[in-house]
C-alpha cells in the first residue's frame, strides 16, 4: 500500500537518528520512515519541502572580486602595468593612461569571457546530474537523485553510484567499493541481516552509502538519509567540483606566451642598446619606442581567446547531445581515427519487437506494431492455433523478465530494457498477460542478467507452492544448459542440437537479436537460485528473434565518417551473424569477416593488432576485449574512441583516447570513466562531436594564425625602422590601438565561426601533430611579412605625398587594420577559397565585426581627441583607398597561396 503521509513523526529519525539504522529489521526502518510501500507524489513533495533535495552543497564559486584578481596575475598583463608605470615616471601621462587603458579592457574582456566559459561548464555539469532508480506509487522510474527522499525505496545495479545512505532489503550478490568513505578498496560483500548498533562504518553490511560504487550484483533497499545528512555529506559537506577550461594545449600556449614575452624583454633591452649605439635617436624617444616594440610584439589577448574558443566547442557539442566531462578531449576528439560503438542502442534504435519465434522445429511469425499488444502469431499462412508449449515459452517471456509496459498518454513505453519489453508484449500476444496472469507466479529468487555469462534466471511458485525455473539468454549459451527439449504438446523430448543450431543462425541472419527460453522443475521447498542451479538440465522451449532496426541517422553518420578517413567499428555482445546482417545495413566497410569474442581470445599481440584493423564487426565481445581492442588499435597509431555502459567497461573507456559512455542506458561508473556523455546513446552524436572537435581545433588554429602575425608584423616594423635608424611608421600608442582592435573584436569573432565545409572530408590530423607547427609556423611568418611591406609601402607613399609625419602614420595603422580585416576573411578558410559569397556573408558576427572596425578607425582618424591622444591626423579618401586596396592586395595574394599549397599537396 502506497505511502502518503507528509509529516511523519518517526520521519524525523532520518534527520536525527544517526546510526541506528543499521541494527534494525527492515520493517522496523520502514515503519520508523512512515514508509511501509511506495511513496505518493504528495508524500514525496512533503518530504522534499521537509529534508530538501538530495544533494551537497557545491563548492563557493569564486566571487567576481577573486576572478577579476585573477584576470591581474598575468605575465602579460604585468609586463603593460610596468610600461604605463615608467612612462608616467617619463612623463608621459598620454601613454600611462593608453597603457592602462588596455590593461583595463583586456582584463574586462578575460573577465567577461572566463564567466562565459563558466556558464557553459555549470550548465554542462547539470546534465550529468546522477540519477536514481526507484519505485513510488507509479511503479519503477529513473529520477534525478537530488529529488529522491528518505523512505524511497531505490533499486541499485551494477555501475550504480548510490544516491543515498540505503538500508538494504534484498541482496542479489551486492558487493560495493567505498573506498570513499572507508579506504578499503576491496568491494564489500552486502546482506541484509541486522548488524550488531556497535558496528562501525565499514561493518555496516546491511547499508549501502551516498557516493560508495556497486561493483557487481543488484540490490533494493528504503533509503534513510539523503543530502547533507548521509554519510559521504557529513564528512566532505562539499560537491567536489574540478571541471576546469585547462587544457594541455592552452597550458603550451600560456607557456609559449610567457616565455615569447621573455625574449621579446631581452630583445627589447638589446635593440636598446643596439639602438643608442647606431640610430642616433634621443634616449627618451628611444625608450619609448623599445616600450612601443615590447608591447606590440606580446600577443596580449591570445590566451583569453583560446578559452573561449574551446567553451564554445563545449556548449556547441552539448547541443548536438555529447557532452564533456574531461576538457582536454575536446583537442583530441577532433583527431579520432578509429571509432568503436556498441550496437544495441548506439548503431540500433534499441526499440524491439519478437517477430519470430521457433518451437519444436516450428516457425511463427509474431505480426503487429512495436509494443501495441495487437497482433497475430502465424504459422506460415494461417493463424496458429496456440499449444501447450506456446503458452509456456510466453509465461517464461513474461516471467523471466524484469521490463514493465506503462500506458503514457495513449502510447505504451517500456520501463527498463527494451528488450524485456518486446517479450512481454509478445506473452500477451501468445495469450499470457503479464499483469494478471503473472501475479499467480511471484518471483522467489533470481539470477539476475550478467553480459558476462549471457543468460538470466528466475525461480517462480505458484500459490500452491508449484516450482518453476525459467532461463533466457544468449542462444548457444542456453542451448548448452539444455539436455532435453519441450515439444507442442507440453511433453519434453529428446534434443537435437544440430537442428536448433541451424535454426539460431536461420535467424540471426535475418538480423534478428535471437534468444533462447528454457525451463527446469523446481521443488517446493527451493527458496534460493544460483547459477550452479541452471547449468544443466535445462529443458529448451525455443527461440524468440527480435528485430531492432538500425538508426537512420547512424547509417549517414558512418558514411560522413567514412568520408572523414574515420573507421567504423561495431563491438557488441550480440551473435555474430546477427551483427554481420546489421553491420551490412549501416554500411560498415568489412563486413565479411566477423570476429568473435572467443577467437579474439586465442590471438596473440601481433595476430590481434592485425585483426583489429582488418576487422570492423567484433561479436560476442565481453568487456576485456574492448580493452585490447583499444589497446591494439592504438599500437597502430590510432586515435581511438570506445563506447561503453556498463561497470566493466570503464577499464576500457579510461584507456581509449576518447572514452563515450552512454547518458541513458550508461551506468554511473561507465559515465565517470568516460571524457565524453552522449546524452541520447546515439551514434550520429559521436560524428557530430568529432566534427565538432575539428572545427574547435581549425579556430584554435586560425585564432593563433591571426593573431601573432599581428604582433610579428608590428615588432618586425619597429626592429627594421629602429636599426635602420628610420622615424617609426607606427607610435607606440598606436600599436596598443592596433591590439586591441585587433584583438578584442576582429579574433574573436574566429571563437564562433562555424565548421568549414570541408571540415568532414579530410583525413585526421596526426595525433601529435603540434598548433604551432608547420602551416600555422609558416603562415605566421608570411603574413607578417606581408604586413611589414605593408606598413612600410603605407609611410613612404604618404610621406612622398604629404610629407606628414602624423599623416604617413595614421596611413600605416589604417593601412595595417585593414590588412588585419582582409586577413581575417582569408584566414576564415584555412584551406578552401576565401573569396566566395559564403566566405563573404557567411557568418553574421564577422560582419558586425568588421563594420565596428570601421567605425573606430573612422573616430580614430577623424575625431580631434583622438588626433591629441595617438598624434593622428585626417587622411584624404585617396589615402583610405590606399589602405583598403593593401587590404585587397593581402587576400588576392594568400587566396594564390592556399591554391598553390593545395595543388602541392596534391601531387604529394
Ligand atoms: P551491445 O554490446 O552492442 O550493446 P548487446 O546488448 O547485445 O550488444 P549484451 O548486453 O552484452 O550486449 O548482451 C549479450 C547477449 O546476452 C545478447 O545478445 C543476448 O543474447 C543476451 N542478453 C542480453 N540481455 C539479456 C537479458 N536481459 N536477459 C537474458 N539475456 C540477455
Given at each position: ?246 587544457t594541455p594545449l592552452l597550458?603550451q ?53 583560446l578559452?573561449?574558443t574551446l567553451?564554445?566547442g563545449v556548449?556547441r557539442m552539448?547541443?548536438r547531445?555529447a557532452?564533456v566531462?574531461r576538457m582536454p578531449v575536446i583537442e583530441t576528439l577532433g583527431a579520432v581515427s578509429v571509432i568503436c560503438s556498441d550496437?544495441?542502442?548506439t548503431l ?205 541517422e547512424a547509417i549517414q553518420a558512418i558514411l560522413d565518417c567514412h568520408q572523414a578517413g574515420i573507421r567504423v567499428k561495431m563491438i ?14 549501416l554500411g560498415l566497410k568489412n ?18 593488432k592485425q585483426v583489429a584493423g582488418e576487422v570492423d564487426?567484433f ?7 574492448k580493452?585490447?581492442l583499444v589497446e591494439a588499435l592504438q599500437g597502430l597509431h590510432g586515435v581511438v574512441a570506445m563506447t561503453g ?7 576500457a573507456l579510461k584507456r581509449a583516447d576518447v572514452g563515450i ?13 568516460a571524457s565524453v556523455?552522449l546524452?541520447?546513446?546515439n551514434f550520429a552524436s559521436i560524428a557530430a562531436a568529432v566534427r565538432e572537435g575539428r572545427t574547435v581545433y581549425n579556430n584554435l588554429k586560425k585564432a593563433i594564425a ?47 565561426e562555424p565548421a568549414e565545409p570541408g571540415v568532414m572530408k579530410q583525413p585526421p590530423r596526426p595525433r601529435n601533430e603540434s598548433l604551432l607547427a608547420g602551416f600555422v609556423v609558416w603562415r ?48 576564415r578558410y584555412l584551406d578552401t ?65 592556399t591554391?598553390?599549397r593545395r595543388?602541392w599537396r596534391r601531387?604529394i
Open positions: 500500500m502506497p505511502s502518503s503521509e507528509s509529516s511523519p513523526s518517526g520521519c524525523e529519525k532520518a534527520s536525527a537518528g544517526r546510526g541506528a539504522w543499521h541494527a534494525m529489521e527492515v520493517s522496523e526502518a520502514r515503519a520508523d520512515l512512515s514508509a511501509t510501500g511506495p511513496l505518493t507524489a504528495q508524500a514525496v513533495s512533503g518530504r522534499l519541502e521537509k529534508y530538501g533535495h538530495n544533494r551537497l552543497p557545491e563548492a563557493k564559486r569564486r566571487g567576481p572580486l577573486a576572478r577579476l584578481g585573477n584576470q591581474l596575475k598575468n605575465f602579460l598583463i604585468y609586463v603593460l602595468i610596468t610600461a604605463a608605470v615608467i612612462t608616467a615616471l617619463l612623463g608621459h601621462w598620454v601613454d600611462t593612461t593608453v597603457i592602462l587603458a588596455v590593461v583595463i579592457i583586456q582584463t574586462l574582456v578575460g573577465f567577461i569571457q572566463e564567466g562565459k566559459a563558466e556558464q557553459a561548464l555549470s550548465a554542462i555539469r547539470h546534465m550529468l546530474a546522477p540519477r536514481a532508480v526507484v519505485v513510488r506509487e507509479k511503479g519503477q522510474q529513473k529520477i534525478d537523485a537530488a529529488e529522491l527522499v528518505p523512505g524511497d525505496t531505490v533499486i541499485l545495479e551494477p555501475g550504480d553510484r548510490v544516491p543515498a545512505d540505503i538500508r538494504l532489503e534484498r541482496c542479489h550478490n551486492l558487493k560495493i567499493e567505498e573506498a570513499v568513505l572507508t579506504g578499503e578498496s576491496e568491494p564489500v560483500d552486502k546482506t541484509t541481516r541486522v548488524q550488531s548498533a556497535e558496528a562501525v562504518l565499514g561493518d555496516q553490511l546491511n547499508m549501502a552509502f551516498s557516493g560508495t560504487m556497486v561493483a557487481t550484483g543488484t540490490g533494493r533497499g528504503v533509503v534513510v538519509r539523503t543530502g547533507v545528512e548521509t554519510e559521504i555529506g557529513r564528512i566532505s559537506g562539499l560537491l567536489q567540483d574540478t571541471a576546469t577550461l585547462k597550458e600556449i600560456d607557456r609559449f606566451a610567457r616565455y615569447l614575452s621573455l625574449i621579446i624583454i631581452v630583445a627589447g633591452l638589446v635593440i636598446f642598446g643596439g639602438g643608442l649605439a647606431l640610430s642616433g635617436l634621443p634616449l627618451r624617444e628611444l625608450f619609448m619606442a623599445v616600450v612601443g616594440l615590447t608591447v606590440a610584439a606580446i600577443p596580449e589577448g591570445l590566451p583569453a581567446i578559452t573561449i567553451a564554445i556548449r552539448a547541443t547531445h557532452v566531462r550496437k544495441t542502442g540500433t534504435r534499441n526499440e524491439m519487437m519478437v517477430t519470430a519465434a521457433i518451437v519444436a522445429g516450428k516457425r511463427l511469425d509474431v505480426e503487429g506494431q512495436g509494443y501495441e499488444p495487437d497482433g497475430d502469431i502465424r504459422e506460415g499462412k494461417y493463424v496458429t492455433p496456440g499449444s501447450p508449449l506456446l503458452d509456456e515459452l510466453a509465461r517464461a517471456a513474461a516471467l523471466c523478465n524484469d521490463a514493465h509496459l506503462e500506458h503514457h498518454e495513449g502510447t505504451i513505453r517500456v520501463a527498463g530494457d527494451p528488450m524485456e519489453g518486446a517479450l512481454k508484449v509478445f506473452a500477451r500476444k501468445a495469450g499470457f498477460d503479464p499483469e494478471t496472469d503473472g501475479r499467480q507466479w511471484p518471483r522467489t529468487d533470481e539470477v539476475p542478467f550478467d553480459a558476462e555469462y549471457r543468460f538470466m534466471a528466475t525461480l517462480n511458485h505458484d500459490h500452491h507452492r508449484h516450482g518453476v525455473i525459467y532461463v533466457k539468454g544468449a542462444p548457444e549459451r542456453v542451448l548448452d544448459m539444455c539436455t532435453s527439449m519441450v515439444a507442442d504438446s507440453g511433453d519434453t523430448s529428446s534434443l537435437d542440437r544440430e537442428a536448433w543450431t541451424i535454426a539460431i543462425s536461420e535467424l540471426a541472419s535475418e538480423g534478428l537479436r535471437v534468444l533462447a527460453l528454457a525451463r527446469r522443475p523446481a521443488e517446493a521447498s527451493q527458496n534460493i537460485l544460483a547459477v550452479e542451479d541452471v547449468e544443466d538440465g535445462l529443458e529448451l522451449l525455443g527461440l524468440v528473434g527480435l528485430l531492432d532496426p538500425p538508426r537512420q557488441t555482445g550480440d551473435h555474430a551473424m546477427t551483427a554481420s546482417a546489421i553491420g551490412q545495413r563486413t565479411v569477416r566477423v570476429i568473435t569474442g572467443t577467437e579474439l581470445g586465442q590471438l596473440d599481440e601481433d595476430e590481434l564487426i561479436a560476442r565481445t565481453s568487456p576485456e576485449h580493452l585490447r555502459d556498463g561497470v566493466n567497461d570503464a577499464p559512455a552512454m547518458g541513458v542506458k550508461g551506468s554511473e561508473a561507465a559515465r565517470e570513466a556523455v546524452l541520447d546513446d591571426f593573431m601573432l602575425p599581428i604582433n610579428g608584423g608590428e615588432s618586425i616594423s619597429l626592429v627594421t625602422a629602429l636599426l635602420l635608424g628610420l622615424s617609426l611608421p607606427i607610435s607606440a600608442l598606436q600599436i596598443l590601438w592596433v591590439n586591441l582592435v585587433g584583438s578584442v573584436i576582429l579574433a574573436m569573432t574566429l571563437a564562433f605566421v611568418a608570411f603574413v607578417s611579412l606581408l604586413f611589414l611591406i605593408g606598413i612600410f609601402a603605407a609611410w613612404y607613399w604618404a610621406m612622398s605625398r604629404f610629407g606628414d609625419e602624423a599623416v604617413a602614420r595614421t596611413l600605416a595603422v589604417n593601412t595595417l587594420v585593414a590588412m588585419e580585416v582582409f586577413y581575417l576573411f582569408a584566414v577559397a576565401s573569396i566566395t559569397l559564403r566566405g563573404v556573408l557567411g557568418t553574421p558576427i564577422v560582419l558586425l565585426a568588421v563594420g565596428a572596425v570601421i567605425l573606430l578607425q573612422l573616430l580614430f582618424t577623424y575625431l580631434p581627441l583622438f588626433h591629441q591622444t595617438f598624434g593622428t591626423a585626417p587622411l584624404t579618401p585617396g589615402a583610405l583607398a590606399f589602405a583598403a586596396s593593401a587590404g585587397v592586395v593581402v587576400l588576392v595574394v594568400l587566396e594564390l597561396e591554391w598553390l595543388r601531387k
